[in-house]
């Protein structure tokens, strides 16, 4: 979404930033990956493809997808299957969560 906002902590300060000026910001203050913290940010029927590090099933929301992501050390990224998602719907409320942000494809239902 080109309106999502991140949430910035640095120096016990909050910072709000448009997800496009986040990485000026974070440069600007200097801040490394351990002061950041991710702001669930949903791109709506936008697959992910590929960079899977690990599928979870029954996942409630997009939200609950992006707190697993931010759970992960690993995880950047996420996908999470709505209940629009035609092409499989055996996999509806699946969470996939991932390592890079690569292989961005438009597909219904598909956060």
Not at 18 to 34: N, R, V
Not at 70 to 77: A, I, M, V
Not at 81 to 99: A, Q, S
Not at 103 to 109: F, H, P, Y
Request: contains cysteine; charged residues 25%.
């Amino acid at each position: 979404s080109t309106n999502c906002q991140a949430l910035v902590k640095f120096a016990s300060r909050t910072y709000i930033s448009a997800m496009k000026t986040l990485s000026l910001l974070i440069t600007a203050l200097g801040l490394t990956d351990a002061d950041t913290v991710k702001a669930p940010c949903e791109e709506m029927n936008t697959d992910l493809a590929g960079n899977d590090i690990e599928a979870v099933l029954n996942v409630a929301s997009w939200h609950d997808c992006s707190d697993l992501c931010d759970q992960s050390r690993e995880c950047t990224f996420w996908t999470w299957v709505d209940e629009n998602y035609t092409k499989n719907p055996g996999i509806f409320k699946k969470c996939f969560l991932k390592n890079g942000d690569s292989g961005r494809v438009k597909t219904d239902g598909l956060i």
